[in-house]
């Protein structure tokens, strides 16, 4: 198999696995809320939630960067780019669904996670 091809062929799975890792990490945070007994609602409750959307965009991003066979920075700004149109549609949509703080924050903090799992995943071996 050519190189070129290998590398389009890691490129489609690093981004497979970014787009799985997203709802498998929030879904393991739901479950370790209802494993602990965590009460549904509240601001304590989104509090811990955004933590997890948090996590999942970290481990996105440091799968996609990781599996990346080239171009791992570029990858990564693909990636951001997803995450941004995915988050500007979900914050439109759910604007009045959820507090303001909640949706800023999911919003805001979208380029630390993409810059932490790449550092994760790549920027802290380039040092």
Not at 33 to 49: E, F, K, Q, T, V
Not at 73 to 96: E, N, Q
Request: glycine fraction near 8%.
């Amino acid at each position: 198999m050519p190189d070129r091809v290998k590398i389009v062929l890691r490129s489609l799975l690093a981004l497979a696995l970014a787009i799985i890792a997203v709802p498998v990490v929030n879904l393991a945070g739901g479950e370790l809320a209802a494993l602990w007994g965590l009460p549904r609602g509240g601001d304590a409750r989104l509090g811990y939630d955004l933590l997890w959307v948090f996590l999942a965009g970290v481990a996105g991003s440091a799968l996609m960067v990781g599996v990346a066979a080239v171009a791992k920075t570029a990858h990564a700004w693909v990636l951001f780019a997803l995450y941004l149109a995915l988050d500007l549609y979900v914050t439109v949509m759910a604007w009045d669904d959820f507090p303001r703080w909640f949706t800023l924050a999911c919003l805001l903090t979208l380029p630390l996670q993409v810059w932490l799992g790449w550092w994760l995943a790549w920027g802290r071996r380039r040092a």
